[in-house]
């Protein structure tokens, strides 16, 4: 139950806001909000199962309604608040703006850090000893460094050493180009606290910040890897931790392609070939005598994985006909693969597991010796980076062989796997896998462990419904999770127009419905007006641009000719001026763009959103669906396209007194059964529909 105490301290710090910030209305949205969280994590609804979904419109004030309710209740239950985010503006405007403007106007006291990937810091040792520009340290560049290259890595030493420079690549003020950062970021293998050369790196200074924290701020990708490691790894164990998913619609997508893995034939081939080199260099280092078995026995695996590696490289050039005769890649039917197929996996799968065993054993060795003083740390460090390096290419490549020799659970859907055929220096095979549903995955490791969660976005109902979202993030019908649909306080039905005019064409006769676009928009769009013109197709965006610059003489900001950035300063610019402003973008210009007041006045979407299952994951996923009776297109196309089209429509009116007009040129809303479901699931802005 919610104490007392923790009521009173919230309430509190809520009038506290109030009274320190000039012009704060009290929305009642936020305030219910607030109540409701705080409720189902102190386990007023359910002791087993503090959960509660969340679909807050634009301008309830989510943000501050999930720290108001969760930040004092967890410090009351002195656990950590892990908040996670899609997107790196939305951690910006965490850490920057929501978490500080908490701190100072409510009177609670609590610390907050940024939790980023151990790939996002230097490894100082490592930086150290990449400075130098002798022949051992030019060895372990892929490619001989430029001048530029080492010019670079002096000067982030130096800022790094004089405490100018934090040692987190994203703070840096000019990328650092990848071929530099991959050799000197922190890795798992060599970059260890307790070793004495690297007790200081950023990393490491990161994660004692981290560990005094309250509020951790997190990525969904960082989330995943933690929980499959088995949590408590990377952040806060999961039953001593409070999750917030924020923009948690992304969740269940990165989660699948998080668990997914692949691998190259011929390229495995060949870097296996040369890992005895790396296990006889270790050994040779080594002053024990106990390197030398695993060394033997790790070349014996590898050459094991090689040739059965070769008769899967023989099985798929035999079936290259049945395989690749329309594409480049060949999905297996329902996930089943050939016998033979399946048990090279096997073998693989055993063999590289095998294989990881002795390498690791090589590591710890060499680890053991870097400790007792046998062994120098930058004589140890080059190959220590290097075995590093071959254990995450074995883990990757016993992960996706494992996929491919395990049996499907009949009760689930099937993994979905497929090969692509790769062209590049020369021609190569790429084995994939992924799973198709991953609510199981989420439910065994994070909803059944962690201590409470609050998932929330803007757009989490299709068809005015949570079940899509419910059945992707693994959530039961009724699991005791809560669920609350909150509208935006604005008034759509005053301030928005949604116009759906007559057209001849629907968009499935393309090539006159393109012809159609290009007679009616010039009359659609507004002079003197901002203009947002979306489209669900990037060649009828190119060739409606062309024509009607040609023809009307428009001119028109098209995505992908420039910059995000670059289009959205100039269209800025030209609304400042009070000047025409078109821009022509794709579906990513439907989600986060923030255009407020006349920035956006006239958003015209020429096609409804729907998703072709073009991916060998959609498509097997539909074929699962197709197996079980279901209908693919109204189980997963129109659920998806409807939070799409309020994703789109969101693009409009982003404060309370923004207006404009909202054009759908795509009949199907009038004319198909589910269009009027599309419809109904908008926000209620009055309509204008041209029959």
Same mark, same amino acid.
């Given at each position: 139950?919610?104490?007392?105490?923790?009521?009173?301290?919230?309430?509190?710090?809520?009038?506290?806001?109030?009274?320190?910030?000039?012009?704060?209305?009290?929305?009642?949205?936020?305030?219910?909000?607030?109540?409701?969280?705080?409720?189902?994590?102190?386990?007023?609804?359910?002791?087993?199962?503090?959960?509660?979904?969340?679909?807050?419109?634009?301008?309830?004030?989510?943000?501050?309604?999930?720290?108001?309710?969760?930040?004092?209740?967890?410090?009351?239950?002195?656990?950590?608040?892990?908040?996670?985010?899609?997107?790196?503006?939305?951690?910006?405007?965490?850490?920057?703006?929501?978490?500080?403007?908490?701190?100072?106007?409510?009177?609670?006291?609590?610390?907050?850090?940024?939790?980023?990937?151990?790939?996002?810091?230097?490894?100082?040792?490592?930086?150290?000893?990449?400075?130098?520009?002798?022949?051992?340290?030019?060895?372990?560049?892929?490619?001989?460094?430029?001048?530029?290259?080492?010019?670079?890595?002096?000067?982030?030493?130096?800022?790094?050493?004089?405490?100018?420079?934090?040692?987190?690549?994203?703070?840096?003020?000019?990328?650092?180009?990848?071929?530099?950062?991959?050799?000197?970021?922190?890795?798992?293998?060599?970059?260890?606290?307790?070793?004495?050369?690297?007790?200081?790196?950023?990393?490491?200074?990161?994660?004692?910040?981290?560990?005094?924290?309250?509020?951790?701020?997190?990525?969904?990708?960082?989330?995943?890897?933690?929980?499959?490691? #088995?949590?408590?790894?990377?952040? *806060?164990?999961?039953?001593? /931790?409070?999750?917030? %998913?924020?923009? +948690?619609?992304? !969740?269940? =997508?990165?989660?699948?392609?998080?668990?997914?893995?692949?691998?190259?034939?011929?390229?495995?081939?060949?870097?296996?070939?040369?890992?005895? #080199?790396?296990?006889?260099?270790? *050994?040779?280092?080594?002053? /024990?005598?106990?390197? %030398?078995?695993? +060394?033997?026995? !790790?070349? =014996?695996?590898?050459?094991?994985?090689?040739?059965?590696?070769?008769?899967?490289?023989?099985?798929?050039?035999?079936?290259?006909?049945?395989?690749?005769?329309?594409?480049?890649?060949?999905?297996?039917?329902?996930?089943?693969?050939?016998?033979?197929?399946?048990?090279?996996?096997? =073998?693989?799968?055993?063999?590289?597991?095998?294989?990881?065993?002795?390498?690791?054993?090589?590591?710890?060795?060499?680890?053991?010796?870097?400790?007792?003083?046998?062994?120098?740390?930058?004589?140890?460090?080059?190959?220590?980076?290097?075995?590093?390096?071959?254990?995450?290419?074995?883990?990757?490549?016993?992960?996706?062989?494992?996929?491919?020799?395990?049996?499907?659970?009949?009760?689930?859907?099937?993994?979905?796997?497929?090969?692509?055929?790769?062209?590049?220096?020369?021609?190569?095979?790429?084995?994939?896998?992924?799973?198709?549903?991953?609510?199981?995955?989420?439910?065994?490791?994070?909803?059944?462990?962690?201590?409470?969660?609050?998932?929330?976005?803007?757009?989490?109902?299709?068809?005015?419904?949570?079940?899509?979202?419910?059945?992707?993030?693994?959530?039961?019908?009724?699991?005791?999770?809560?669920?609350?649909?909150?509208?935006?306080?604005?008034?759509?039905?005053?301030?928005?127009?949604?116009?759906?005019?007559?057209?001849?064409?629907?968009?499935?006769?393309?090539?006159?419905?393109?012809?159609?676009?290009?007679?009616?928009?010039?009359?659609?769009?507004?002079?003197?007006?901002?203009?947002?013109?979306?489209?669900?197709?990037?060649?009828?965006?190119?060739?409606?641009?062309?024509?009607?610059?040609?023809?009307?003489?428009?001119?028109?900001?098209?995505?992908?000719?420039?910059?995000?950035?670059?289009?959205?300063?100039?269209?800025?610019?030209?609304?400042?001026?009070?000047?025409?402003?078109?821009?022509?973008?794709?579906?990513?210009?439907?989600?986060?763009?923030?255009?407020?007041?006349?920035?956006?006045?006239?958003?015209?979407?020429?096609?409804?959103?729907?998703?072709?299952?073009?991916?060998?994951?959609?498509?097997?996923?539909?074929?699962?669906?197709?197996?079980?009776?279901?209908?693919?297109?109204?189980?997963?196309?129109?659920?998806?396209?409807?939070?799409?089209?309020?994703?789109?429509?969101?693009?409009?009116?982003?404060?309370?007194?923004?207006?404009?007009?909202?054009?759908?040129?795509?009949?199907?809303?009038?004319?198909?059964?589910?269009?009027?479901?599309?419809?109904?699931?908008?926000?209620?802005?009055?309509?204008?529909?041209?029959?």
């Amino acid at each position: 139950m919610l104490g007392a105490k923790t009521k009173e301290i919230i309430r509190n710090a809520y009038r506290r806001i109030g009274e320190n910030l000039p012009n704060f209305v009290p929305r009642k949205e936020q305030a219910y909000l607030i109540a409701e969280i705080a409720k189902t994590l102190s386990g007023e609804y359910s002791k087993e199962r503090k959960q509660i979904v969340i679909e807050a419109g634009t301008g309830t004030g989510k943000s501050l309604a999930y720290c108001m309710g969760a930040i004092p209740l967890a410090m009351s239950k002195q656990k950590k608040v892990v908040i996670s985010t899609a997107t790196v503006a939305l951690q910006e405007q965490l850490y920057l703006k929501d978490l500080p403007f908490l701190l100072s106007k409510s009177g609670l006291d609590f610390q907050y850090c940024l939790v980023k990937g151990r790939q996002r810091y230097v490894c100082k040792q490592r930086l150290a000893l990449a400075c130098h520009s002798d022949d051992e340290q030019a060895l372990l560049w892929q490619e001989k460094p430029k001048a530029s290259d080492i010019k670079l890595l002096k000067t982030l030493n130096e800022k790094l050493q004089s405490g100018k420079w934090q040692g987190d690549r994203d703070s840096w003020p000019k990328p650092i180009p990848n071929h530099v950062w991959q050799h000197i970021q922190s890795d798992k293998h060599s970059c260890l606290k307790h070793l004495s050369d690297h007790t200081h790196c950023p990393f490491h200074k990161s994660r004692e910040t981290m560990d005094v924290a309250d509020v951790l701020i997190v990525n969904h990708s960082l989330l995943l890897a933690d929980i499959e490691l #088995g949590g408590g790894v990377i952040l *806060s164990d999961p039953d001593e /931790s409070i999750y917030i %998913i924020d923009e +948690a619609h992304h !969740l269940p =997508d990165i989660a699948r392609d998080h668990s997914s893995a692949m691998a190259t034939v011929k390229g495995a081939i060949d870097w296996l070939g040369k890992i005895s #080199g790396t296990a006889d260099k270790v *050994s040779n280092l080594c002053k /024990s005598q106990r390197a %030398i078995s695993p +060394a033997l026995k !790790l070349a =014996d695996y590898s050459q094991e994985i090689i040739a059965d590696l070769q008769k899967v490289n023989s099985f798929i050039d035999a079936n290259q006909n049945a395989f690749f005769s329309e594409d480049k890649q060949y999905r297996f039917e329902n996930g089943i693969i050939d016998k033979n197929l399946k048990n090279l996996a096997e =073998d693989i799968q055993s063999a590289t597991k095998k294989a990881l065993a002795e390498i690791n054993k090589l590591y710890n060795l060499l680890m053991e010796e870097v400790k007792d003083g046998s062994v120098q740390m930058y004589q140890a460090e080059p190959l220590l980076a290097e075995s590093g390096f071959e254990i995450q290419r074995l883990e990757n490549l016993e992960k996706i062989w494992f996929m491919y020799a395990k049996a499907d659970n009949e009760k689930a859907a099937p993994l979905a796997r497929w090969i692509e055929k790769t062209s590049g220096k020369r021609d190569d095979y790429l084995v994939c896998a992924s799973p198709i549903e991953v609510g199981f995955m989420l439910e065994d490791h994070l909803w059944s462990k962690c201590e409470g969660a609050v998932l929330c976005s803007a757009t989490l109902c299709a068809l005015n419904s949570f079940d899509h979202f419910r059945k992707q993030a693994g959530l039961g019908a009724n699991d005791g999770t809560q669920y609350a649909k909150l509208n935006s306080p604005f008034n759509y039905q005053e301030n928005a127009v949604l116009h759906i005019p007559k057209m001849d064409f629907e968009p499935n006769v393309s090539d006159k419905f393109t012809d159609e676009l290009i007679k009616k928009l010039p009359k659609l769009l507004k002079k003197q007006q901002a203009n947002l013109v979306l489209f669900s197709s990037y060649w009828q965006m190119e060739t409606v641009a062309e024509k009607l610059r040609d023809t009307s003489k428009l001119e028109i900001m098209v995505q992908g000719e420039h910059s995000r950035q670059h289009i959205l300063e100039q269209h800025k610019k030209l609304c400042d001026q009070d000047k025409t402003s078109i821009i022509f973008g794709s579906q990513s210009f439907s989600e986060g763009l923030d255009l407020p007041g006349k920035y956006l006045t006239n958003l015209i979407i020429t096609k409804l959103p729907f998703s072709v299952p073009t991916s060998p994951v959609d498509q097997a996923q539909a074929e699962y669906i197709k197996l079980k009776g279901g209908n693919p297109f109204m189980l997963l196309s129109v659920p998806d396209a409807s939070k799409k089209l309020i994703q789109s429509c969101g693009r409009l009116l982003r404060n309370e007194k923004d207006t404009g007009m909202i054009t759908i040129l795509d009949r199907r809303l009038v004319s198909k059964r589910y269009g009027k479901n599309l419809i109904d699931s908008l926000p209620p802005f009055a309509r204008n529909i041209e029959y």
